[in-house]
């Protein structure tokens, strides 16, 4: 491909009294060709890090909306997958303005102003392969983008992450400890402080901590310990760390693993209550939106060792315990500690108490027990060198204690996440969201109840809000999901010759005195024997590489609103910036990118399947589209439509490459589907570089089917 530069349309934020456009598209986590992996999700500026669980993929993704006015639901979708977790660049959300998410299988959350104001963010995970997406907002200057996703190949209970966790390290023994990490295989290290002794200076991270630790920085979030502060200003410990230490002079700050929030606490410098610090955590634990919470820091509120209790961290303990944390890690005493889940005083608490793992044992002598604590003391050893093993899911935790090789103690506890699963609850979702039926015929759409936390109960179901002249039933109902599983209905949906219009219906579940609702929005199509008709200003179902086929590595189909590029090689338009009506359409790579060929299909084929619909006697195929290529696109390169009757393609359609360039413009295509009438069939649009790299752009608009 010759070296170009592109021109895309800039687009700007409507004012007060508009309305943004909110425009969404489904995006697909898919093997690559040969293993590789999928194109990396662009990084931003200022966002609270998110490591993910194994298995995982990004993705993706534009949902956005702003300003007062009626926003139509949307939804990110990766078809497959277990779960999905959406990432936020903008939250801007004022008053009582919010923004929720629900998972197509179960799980919902409400975003407000008090979270991540001002920051990227990656929300908790929502079962099911689609996130809806629901907007209420009342003031002109709230707003809200979605520009990615994380998908798991794996039943969410299954994504589990691992998290070393260790204090009081390097010490004379800390070679010793260092292979029980690198065993581990964790997505993150965190330490409690006392990281290099004594002094914390540079030269000791350099010469004690850096040969048997440095192999885990790039995994490795710290906090400091009151021997880093021998050295003045910690200095050495902010030298060698840099930006993971957090800002300079303060070292707190927060970051996410799977479904886990960690706060990572100075217990060395101002912290009492409304100090600066004290103040930032209650805001960060606000602001996160995931289920589960663990902190750190130096200094043990609880300790039978010889530092023994710290009420200096209480108001870090009360802020944990207000929030609902689950976890807090700590160091200081060379030993190794577990307490029962305790409020800040000490007394016990099974239901709202935070639990705290003493582990000072990474490689700094040993300390007796030899004080009283005001919290109860579960599991304790005073001579063994080990660290701490986090096995964190989206609901619960395991800790174990591992100790080195030729020690036997060990210790092993478990929990849930209070804010994961609090109590049995269930959600209702529906698939498509988005469907049209025609006078005098009928149409159906999945209606899916969800079990969080063990709900296992009878779930009566029901319609509302339909458009004139339709009515619907859905069965069966009552329908009782499995615990913590789903059971799925079908509504269907009746048309009379009278009906017409279009409405958001409302699908609601009820269990005793709790009801979940879902919506759906149902068009009347036009009568005459349309079949099926899409303007992609909807989702009505099409899925990404539905067989699984598919090779492209960038550039794949997805329904959004295309940017412009301009070739400067040839000062030809190749992807479009506009649409034959409306806002969106379907188009391989609707960004422009840094240059006119950076999003543009490569590596192979991509395909998205339309729901499935009967064909009328006599059934034409009309639809608009354009497409563009180089000088170097060949004729294996092609934009093809074809008819899938059950798993048998037959083509209808097709436009291939040659060696001359053409200029992106919008056609008319028309074709015979009359040999499969009264046959159930999808569409298959399909779009591939084959070969050799080209560069090759298509769009496809206004497809329909009548008699």
């Known amino acids: 491909m010759r070296s170009t530069t592109s021109r895309w349309r800039r687009r700007t934020l409507a004012v007060a009294t508009s309305t943004l456009a909110v425009g969404a598209f489904l995006v697909a986590a898919q093997p690559q060709a040969g293993g590789a992996a999928p194109p990396a999700v662009p990084d931003v500026a200022d966002q609270v890090p998110q490591l993910a669980e194994a298995g995982v993929t990004d993705g993706p993704a534009s949902v956005s909306g702003g300003g007062a006015a009626m ?31 629900t998972g197509s299988t179960a799980g919902s959350f409400t975003l407000t102003a008090q979270h991540w104001p001002g920051k990227a963010f990656h929300t908790r995970a929502f079962e099911g392969d689609c996130v809806r997406v629901s907007a209420a907002l009342a003031d002109p200057a709230s707003r809200f983008a979605i520009d990615a996703y994380q998908a798991g190949d794996r039943p969410l209970a299954a994504a589990t992450t691992t998290v070393a966790a260790v204090g009081d390290v390097c010490g004379s023994s800390c070679n010793q400890t260092a292979p029980l990490i690198k065993n581990m295989n964790p997505q993150a290290l965190i330490l409690a402080g006392d990281n290099a002794y004594s002094s914390g200076t540079l030269s ?13 920085k790039s995994i490795t979030y710290p906090t400091p310990g009151n021997h880093e502060y021998n050295t003045s200003g910690a200095s050495g410990y902010f030298d060698y760390f840099g930006t993971r230490a957090g800002e300079r002079g303060k070292g707190y700050y927060s970051f996410d693993v799977g479904d886990w929030h960690f706060v990572a606490l100075n217990s060395n410098i101002t912290r009492g209550t409304g100090s600066t610090q004290e103040t930032w955590l209650k805001n960060d634990l606000a602001a996160s939106t995931k289920p589960c919470t663990a902190a750190f820091f130096h200094h043990p509120r609880f300790s039978r060792g010889t530092h023994g209790d710290d009420s200096s961290v209480t108001p870090f303990f009360q802020a944990l315990y207000n929030a609902k944390a689950d976890l807090i890690v700590v160091g200081h005493d060379h030993n190794y500690q577990r307490y029962a889940p305790s409020r800040p005083d000490g007394t016990r608490d099974d239901v709202n108490g935070v639990r705290e793992l003493l582990i000072g044992t990474g490689g700094r002598g040993y ?47 478990t929990g849930k996440c209070k804010k994961g699963v609090s109590s049995p609850a269930f959600s209702v979702g529906t698939t498509p969201s988005s469907v049209s039926v025609k006078p005098g015929e009928t149409a159906s759409v999945t209606v899916n109840v969800g079990s969080t936390g063990g709900f296992s109960s009878a779930t009566t179901l029901s319609v509302s809000g339909l458009p004139s002249g339709v009515s619907g039933t859905i069965s069966p109902s009552p329908v009782t999901p499995p615990a913590n599983g789903t059971a799925s209905a079908t509504l269907t949906l009746t048309a009379s010759e009278a009906a017409s219009g279009s409405a958001t219906a409302t699908v609601t579940g009820s269990s005793g005195s709790t009801s979940q609702t879902a919506k759906v929005t149902v068009s009347v199509g036009p009568a005459g024997g349309e079949a099926f008709a899409d303007d992609f200003e909807t989702d009505k179902g099409w899925r990404l590489n539905a067989a ?39 188009v391989t790579g609707r960004l422009a990118g840094s240059e006119y060929g950076v999003n543009d299909l490569d590596g192979g084929g991509s395909s998205m399947a339309s729901p499935s619909f009967t064909v009328p006697s006599g059934g034409k195929l009309t639809f608009s589209y354009t497409f563009a290529h180089g000088d170097n696109a060949t004729s294996a390169d092609h934009l093809r439509i074809r008819v899938l009757d059950g798993t048998t393609p037959t083509t209808v359609f097709e436009k291939t490459g040659s060696a001359t360039e053409v200029a992106g413009a919008w056609q008319t295509a028309t074709a015979d589907l009359s040999s499969f009438a009264g046959r159930s069939v999808r569409l298959l649009v399909e779009a591939t570089d084959a070969s050799t790299a080209s560069l090759w752009e298509s769009a496809v608009d206004d497809i329909r089917v009548s008699a």
């Open 71 to 101: 926003m139509a639901d949307r939804s990110v979708c990766a078809p497959g997958a277990h779960w999905l977790r959406v990432r936020f660049t903008e939250l801007s959300l004022r008053g009582n303005d919010s923004v929720t998410l």
């Open 204 to 216: 000791e991270y350099k010469n004690n901590y850096d040969p048997y630790y440095g192999q885990f």
């Open 367 to 413: 300390y007796n027990f030899d004080q009283s604590s005001a919290a109860v003391q579960e599991a304790g050893n005073t001579n063994t060198f080990g660290v701490g093993k986090l096995t964190l899911s989206a609901t619960d935790y395991r800790s174990d204690f591992v100790p080195v090789s030729g020690r036997t103690f060990t210790d092993t506890a």
């Open 548 to 586: 699984g086929a598919d090779t492209a590595t960038s550039g794949k189909w997805e329904r959004g609103d295309p940017e412009q590029t301009t070739s400067t090689y040839s000062n030809q338009i190749k992807q479009r910036g506009d649409t034959t009506s409306g806002a969106n359409c379907l």
